[in-house]
């Protein structure tokens, strides 16, 4: 069994065909799906389709490139959202310093970041967090804010020494399709070198689809290729990664 931990399927590239979607996923062997929320609205959506289709879940939160939608009454009302039955984490939350360059606004950032850390403390889940950009402040943050939490960072783009020291704060670190590409980097030897009990897999559906399906929109049946590299990379089988990380989403966010 796969779990895609991290797409976005409430995203209009999805309305035409969204069951059929889920379908080739069931197909692929995609038995859980996680679905985060980036505003308020998209956060009631995730949550409406988890009561819709068995196979799917919900994270609740604010993204960062969305706060200006956040306001004294946004926590009130996602840790609403965040009790309903099929919510499993807090997220996507985070920094976002590649499209914000002002002081204030990447200042504003991290105290609505800090902020939902609180909410999933106050909530007792999970954090799924978006770092883009921003490892440093990531990092400084997690260590004084996010303890007694447990979470993820998504779609995983630091350096090693970064990942080590989020693995010492008992933080996982998920991987997309960027692990497929040609350009991919220092991926590789990030998730080479990672514990197994570290990793996630994920798709960031509609966005980054992995190699052979780079520059299409992208979905969660696709995750199994994102498996397929990892398992390369690692000298590992397919069956081998599948099987850690669904655990390991399991341990995380207590899917059933």
């Not at 919900?58 to 959202?81: Q, W, Y």
């Not at 902020?115 to 997690?142: F, S, W, Y």
């Not at 798709?203 to 992995?210: E, F």
């Amino acid at each position: 069994m796969f779990i895609d931990t991290h797409c976005h399927l409430e995203n209009e590239n999805f309305s035409a065909d969204r069951a059929e979607v889920l379908s080739r996923a069931k197909v692929a062997g995609v038995e859980r799906i996680i679905n985060f929320g980036s505003t308020f609205e998209s956060s009631v959506a995730v949550v409406e389709l988890a009561k819709n289709f068995s196979e799917l879940f919900a994270g609740v939160g604010i993204h960062p490139e969305e706060i200006d939608c956040f306001d004294e009454k946004t926590c009130t009302r996602l840790s609403a959202l965040a009790a309903e039955k099929k919510v499993l984490t807090v997220g996507e939350i985070g920094l976002d310093y590649h499209w914000e360059k002002d002081s204030e606004r990447r200042l504003r950032q991290q105290k609505i970041f800090i902020e939902q850390l609180d909410l999933a403390r106050q909530m007792n889940l999970p954090v799924c967090v978006h770092d883009r950009e921003a490892h440093g402040d990531t990092l400084k943050i997690l260590r004084a804010e996010g303890k007694n939490l447990r979470g993820v960072l998504h779609c995983y783009s630091g350096s090693l020494e970064i990942a080590r020291e989020i693995f010492k704060l008992g933080w996982m670190i998920g991987v997309d399709g960027p692990l497929t590409f040609k350009n991919s980097a220092k991926l590789p030897e990030i998730f080479l070198s990672a514990p197994r009990d570290m990793i996630l897999i994920e798709t960031d559906a509609p966005y980054l689809a992995p190699v052979p399906h780079r520059g299409k929109r992208n979905e969660p049946a696709f995750v199994v290729e994102v498996a397929k590299k990892l398992a390369e990379i690692r000298g590992e089988t397919l069956e081998e990664v599948a099987a850690y990380t669904a655990a390991n989403a399991k341990n995380l966010y207590g899917i059933f």
